[in-house]
C-alpha cells in the first residue's frame, strides 16, 4: 500500500507544492495538500467523540482526507487567519479564526496516528527563543549573551558590558511589519518610556561576516555558508552563498538542541567566530529553505521528499501525553 | 509621537532601506516554483477546486499574509 503523506499549509505555499510534486513523481507515495487558511472558505470541518466517524479536512484539489488514514503529516504551517467566505461578517473574523484553529488542532491531535514533522506542541514551544536558547545551551552549543528584558536600567548595564550589542524581536507574527537585526543605538538605550513598552531581545553581537543557514531533517544536516557584512542576511541576498561542510560535532550538538525541543526538523542560523566556532543564534522549527537549493544547489527539496516517504514508511513512535510539556 | 516597540524605534533611527533586488539564480528558480503552483492550480482549477483570485499566471494573487515566494523575511523563519 503506498504512504500517505498529509502536508498542513498555507494554500498556496510553494514548499507545500513542490515538495508534493516530488513525493508523489519521484517515490510514487500518495500526498495531499491541506490548506490551513482556507478552512472557513471551504467548510467541511467535523469532529465526533463517536468512533468510527472519519476525521475529515478539506485538501487544496476540493477533496477530503481522513486524518487517520495518514502516514505523516508535514505540520509546516497553521494560519492564525482563515480566508472568509464571500457575505461573512469581518466583526467575526478572529471567532471565526480562533474556532477554526482549535478544532483543527484538536482533530489533528486526536485522530491522526502517524509520524509528525513535527507535533504541534513542540512546534509551537520550540517558536519560543528563550526556550530555543536555553534548549542550545543545554545540548553544548555555544549561545550569545542575551537578555530579554523591558527594564531600561538592565538594558543599558547589558550593552554597557557587551560594546555593540545587538536587538532584535521576541517574536514576529506573520504579515505585520519587519524589524531587522539591529545594533542597540545610544539614542535607543537614552529612551526610557520606549524601552519599557515592552520587552526585546538584547544580544551580545557575534563578530564577523560568515553566517550559516542549516537545514537539519532527520539525521542530515546540510548548511550553507552566506558571507554577509550585515547582520541580518536575509534582506540582501546578492552575497556569497555556497554548501559548508560542518564538523561531526557540531552536528550532534544541532540534533541534540531538536531532540531537547522534540522537533524532527529545524533551520538553523548560526554565526561564525573568527576562530571558526559555531555560534548559534536560533533555530526556526519550520524554516523556509528552498531559497537556500535556489541560491547553492544543495538539493534540500528532493532530499526532504525522501526524508517525509521514509516518515511515513517509519513505525509510528508512542503518541506524546499532554503532560509530557 | 506615540510610544513604539524598542526593535521599531531601532528602525526607524536607522532610516529606510532601499529593498535590495534578488539574485538573477534565485528570480528563476522562483519563477520554476511558480511554475509548478501555477500548474497543481490550473489543474485543481480544471476539477474545480480553486477557491481564491487568481493572477494572469494562474497563480493565486495573494501569499497568505507571507511577504513572498519564499517567505524569507516573514515571521520567524
Given at each position: 500500500?503506498?504512504?500517505?503523506?498529509?502536508i498542513i499549509t498555507y494554500?498556496?505555499d510553494p514548499h507545500g507544492?513542490?515538495i508534493?510534486?516530488?513525493?508523489?513523481?519521484?517515490?510514487?507515495?500518495?500526498?495531499?495538500?491541506?490548506?490551513c487558511?482556507?478552512?472557513?472558505?471551504?467548510?467541511?470541518?467535523?469532529?465526533?467523540?463517536?468512533?468510527?466517524?472519519?476525521?475529515?479536512?478539506?485538501?487544496?484539489?476540493?477533496?477530503?482526507?481522513?486524518?487517520?488514514?495518514?502516514?505523516?503529516l508535514w505540520y509546516r504551517r497553521m494560519s492564525p487567519?482563515?480566508?472568509?467566505?464571500?457575505?461573512?461578517?469581518?466583526?467575526?473574523?478572529?471567532?471565526?479564526?480562533?474556532?477554526?484553529?482549535?478544532?483543527?488542532?484538536?482533530?489533528?491531535?486526536?485522530?491522526?496516528?502517524?509520524?509528525w514533522v513535527s507535533h504541534p506542541v513542540a512546534t509551537r514551544l520550540a517558536e519560543n527563543?528563550?526556550?530555543q536558547?536555553?534548549?542550545?545551551?543545554?545540548?553544548?552549543?555555544?549561545?550569545?549573551?542575551?537578555?530579554?528584558?523591558?527594564?531600561?536600567?538592565?538594558?543599558?548595564?547589558?550593552?554597557?558590558?557587551?560594546?555593540?550589542?545587538?536587538?532584535?524581536?521576541?517574536?514576529t507574527?506573520r504579515?505585520?511589519?519587519?524589524?531587522?537585526?539591529?545594533?542597540?543605538?545610544?539614542?535607543?538605550?537614552?529612551?526610557?518610556?520606549?524601552?519599557?513598552?515592552?520587552?526585546?531581545?538584547?544580544?551580545?553581537?557575534?563578530?564577523?561576516?560568515?553566517?550559516?543557514?542549516?537545514s537539519v531533517v532527520?539525521?542530515?544536516?546540510?548548511?550553507?555558508?552566506?558571507?554577509?557584512?550585515?547582520?541580518?542576511?536575509?534582506?540582501?541576498?546578492?552575497?556569497?552563498?555556497?554548501?559548508?561542510?560542518?564538523?561531526?560535532?557540531?552536528?550532534?550538538?544541532?540534533?541534540?538542541?531538536l531532540?531537547?525541543l522534540r522537533l524532527v526538523m529545524g533551520i538553523f542560523d548560526?554565526?561564525?567566530?573568527?576562530?571558526?566556532?559555531?555560534?548559534?543564534?536560533e533555530v526556526n522549527s519550520q524554516g523556509q529553505f528552498l531559497?537556500?537549493?535556489?541560491?547553492?544547489?544543495?538539493?534540500l527539496?528532493?532530499?526532504f521528499?525522501?526524508f517525509l516517504?521514509?516518515?511515513?514508511?517509519?513505525?509510528?513512535?508512542?503518541?506524546?501525553?499532554?503532560?509530557?510539556? | 509621537?506615540?510610544?513604539?516597540?524598542?526593535?521599531?524605534?531601532?528602525?526607524?533611527?536607522?532610516?529606510?532601506?532601499?529593498?535590495?533586488?534578488?539574485?538573477?539564480?534565485?528570480?528563476?528558480?522562483?519563477?520554476?516554483?511558480?511554475?509548478?503552483?501555477?500548474?497543481?492550480?490550473?489543474?485543481?482549477?480544471?476539477?474545480?477546486?480553486?477557491?481564491?483570485?487568481?493572477?494572469?499566471?494562474?497563480?493565486?494573487?495573494?501569499?497568505s499574509?507571507s511577504?513572498?515566494?519564499l517567505d524569507l523575511?516573514s515571521a520567524d523563519d
Amino acid at each position: 500500500m503506498k504512504p500517505r503523506i498529509g502536508i498542513i499549509t498555507y494554500g498556496d505555499d510553494p514548499h507545500g507544492f513542490l515538495i508534493k510534486k516530488k513525493i508523489e513523481e519521484q517515490h510514487g507515495a500518495w500526498c495531499c495538500l491541506i490548506p490551513c487558511d482556507e478552512l472557513a472558505l471551504r467548510g467541511k470541518l467535523t469532529w465526533s467523540t463517536q468512533s468510527g466517524e472519519p476525521a475529515l479536512l478539506p485538501t487544496v484539489d476540493g477533496q477530503t482526507v481522513d486524518v487517520k488514514t495518514l502516514d505523516a503529516l508535514w505540520y509546516r504551517r497553521m494560519s492564525p487567519k482563515q480566508i472568509l467566505p464571500d457575505g461573512a461578517d469581518a466583526t467575526y473574523h478572529q471567532h471565526i479564526n480562533a474556532t477554526v484553529e482549535r478544532v483543527v488542532e484538536g482533530i489533528l491531535v486526536n485522530e491522526f496516528q502517524g509520524r509528525w514533522v513535527s507535533h504541534p506542541v513542540a512546534t509551537r514551544l520550540a517558536e519560543n527563543k528563550l526556550v530555543q536558547l536555553r534548549a542550545a545551551a543545554r545540548a553544548g552549543l555555544r549561545i550569545p549573551a542575551t537578555l530579554v528584558s523591558q527594564d531600561p536600567a538592565g538594558i543599558r548595564s547589558f550593552c554597557s558590558q557587551h560594546p555593540g550589542a545587538i536587538i532584535k524581536p521576541v517574536a514576529t507574527p506573520r504579515g505585520v511589519e519587519l524589524a531587522r537585526t539591529a545594533e542597540v543605538s545610544q539614542e535607543l538605550l537614552d529612551s526610557d518610556d520606549v524601552l519599557a513598552l515592552t520587552p526585546a531581545i538584547y544580544q551580545e553581537c557575534i563578530p564577523g561576516e560568515r553566517h550559516l543557514r542549516i537545514s537539519v531533517v532527520g539525521e542530515r544536516c546540510d548548511a550553507a555558508l552566506i558571507e554577509a557584512k550585515d547582520l541580518d542576511w536575509r534582506f540582501d541576498l546578492n552575497v556569497p552563498f555556497r554548501p559548508y561542510p560542518l564538523d561531526a560535532s557540531f552536528e550532534q550538538g544541532l540534533h541534540r538542541t531538536l531532540r531537547e525541543l522534540r522537533l524532527v526538523m529545524g533551520i538553523f542560523d548560526v554565526k561564525l567566530t573568527d576562530e571558526d566556532e559555531p555560534v548559534f543564534l536560533e533555530v526556526n522549527s519550520q524554516g523556509q529553505f528552498l531559497f537556500i537549493e535556489g541560491l547553492c544547489g544543495i538539493p534540500l527539496a528532493d532530499q526532504f521528499a525522501a526524508f517525509l516517504v521514509d516518515q511515513a514508511v517509519q513505525p509510528v513512535s508512542p503518541r506524546p501525553s499532554v503532560d509530557m510539556w | 509621537m506615540k510610544l513604539i516597540p524598542a526593535v521599531f524605534f531601532q528602525k526607524k533611527v536607522n532610516g529606510v532601506e532601499a529593498a535590495a533586488k534578488s539574485p538573477e539564480r534565485l528570480e528563476l528558480f522562483e519563477s520554476e516554483l511558480r511554475e509548478v503552483v501555477g500548474g497543481a492550480l490550473r489543474a485543481a482549477g480544471a476539477a474545480g477546486a480553486v477557491v481564491r483570485a487568481e493572477g494572469g499566471c494562474g497563480c493565486p494573487t495573494t501569499y497568505s499574509g507571507s511577504q513572498g515566494w519564499l517567505d524569507l523575511a516573514s515571521a520567524d523563519d
